[in-house]
């Protein structure tokens, strides 16, 4: 985020950190306001924690409706939406359901999901995330076991050859590329 915001001086960019977990644990979204102020929303992701995890699947679904519907997104901006993610989400067909109006209201919005999918994923997951990408013109974004972070390892993606990146160059580069741009995301329903 830093970076980003150093090597676009003159550019307004407006962050919001979000954080979820599941149905029972001690928040299920803990939701920031957009801020200019880079510094503060760099505090408040430092001062988290993670605790209880371990288990799946999580409240996906609530995270994305606050991150899409419950912001104010500036209308004449990229609109950007990191999603970071480890666990699946609850597979009922209302929970899913959820899931596909929030992506579709996401992209009517012009706002481009980049899933994170970290350690603990697997291909539901996986094919989830993709799904979001494509819908609304982000990029599908992954951890490898060349990352040396998590014992349980990654998942092997379903794509042919990639480039390995230091995760903070990936994202930079991500984001770099969508401020150059100006068009909106459209809806496509692939299902």
Known sequence: IRNVAADNEGVKIRVS??????????????????????????????????????????????????????????????????????????????????????????????????????SGADKATEYLMRDMAIKTGGKYVFLTDHSGVSVGGHIEPTIGAYDVKKLNVLLYETISAYLDRSQVAEYTDIA
Not at 26 to 54: C, H, M, N, P, S
């Open 17 to 118: 950190v979000n954080f979820y977990r599941d149905e029972g644990d001690e928040y299920v979204v803990r939701a920031f306001d957009f801020t200019d102020d880079i510094a503060q929303a760099v505090k408040d992701l430092g001062e988290q924690r993670y605790d209880g995890g371990g288990d799946t699947p999580e409240a996906v679904h609530t995270a994305l409706l606050n991150a899409v519907d419950e912001h104010e997104w500036d209308e004449n901006s990229t609109k950007l939406m990191l999603f970071v993610l480890d666990a699946p989400c609850h597979e009922n067909s209302q929970i899913l359901q959820s899931v596909n109006s929030s992506v579709k209201l996401a992209a009517q919005k012009g706002i481009r999901i980049i899933p994170v999918v970290s």
